[in-house]
């Protein structure tokens, strides 16, 4: 069965702190997603990346940098968390752009909370 | 700027009636639609998708319509069950693009 991970379901940080969620894939996906989802805002895209070392800002990029050392993994990371941070991360991969069998597989999420 | 649009935050419906949720956008160059159903403390996980070059796509109990013409489309869940329970997200892509998602819709299904 085909898996997006992430590495923590939970965190709790302090403000301040730097932050790093790990997601990894095993399906040899070229592209990889980090959203948030807050409620009645839906999903919203971060950063992107459609290749190792290749990363495009999202729609809310403001507070986070990512990482794409290996096509396997993505990191997201706060460098400097504050509380309007606090939210619920969701990885995602997909083989290709636009095509109709190349749907999303997200990971379970983590749920950070910022203190 | 939305381009994908879900009204209804929340929809309450009793079990073994239909559930519709819906979902209108702007963007004509939309050729894709999908539809993502997410559990709290779980990921969203693809539910039924439809190309623009259909009106209309069955899965079981999960059926998806399209109207072009208005940019909407629906999800239409018969007979709904509890485990259904869940807040769904319509999202829609231009080929080539990538997906862009609603706000969702929380639908609760009472026995």
């Known amino acids: 069965d085909v898996k997006v991970t992430q590495s923590s379901r939970y965190l709790v940080k302090r403000t301040g702190e730097k932050v790093f969620l790990e997601c990894v894939q095993d399906m040899d996906h070229e592209n990889m997603f980090w959203y948030r989802q807050d409620p009645g805002l839906g999903l919203r895209l971060i950063y992107f990346?459609?290749?190792?070392?290749?990363?495009e800002k999202g729609d809310i990029p403001e507070g986070y940098s990512v990482s794409r050392e290996k096509k396997e993994r993505f990191s997201l990371i706060l460098e400097s968390a504050s509380t309007n941070q606090t939210s619920m991360y969701l990885c995602?991969?997909?083989?290709?752009?636009?095509?109709?069998?190349?749907?999303?597989?997200f990971g379970s999420g983590t749920r950070l909370t910022v203190v | 700027d939305q381009q994908v649009k879900q009204n209804s935050p929340s929809l309450s419906v009793q079990e073994g009636r239909i559930s519709i949720l819906n979902c209108d956008y702007t963007n004509s160059m939309f050729d894709y639609f999908l539809w993502y159903k997410k559990y709290p403390a779980e990921g969203p996980t693809f539910l039924i998708s439809i190309s623009s070059i259909k009106d209309k796509n069955e899965d079981g109990r999960f059926t998806v319509f399209l109207n072009k013409s208005a940019k909407h489309l629906s999800l239409h869940i018969v007979p709904s069950q509890p485990g259904d329970s869940a807040v769904y997200f319509c999202?829609?892509?231009?080929?080539?693009?990538?997906?862009?998602f609603g706000q969702g819709t929380e639908l609760s299904v009472k026995p």
């Open positions: 999202a829609a892509t231009p080929r080539g693009g990538k997906l862009i």
């Open positions: 990346s459609y290749d190792v070392k290749m990363k």
């Open positions: 995602a991969s997909s083989l290709g752009f636009g095509d109709p069998g190349y749907g999303y597989t």
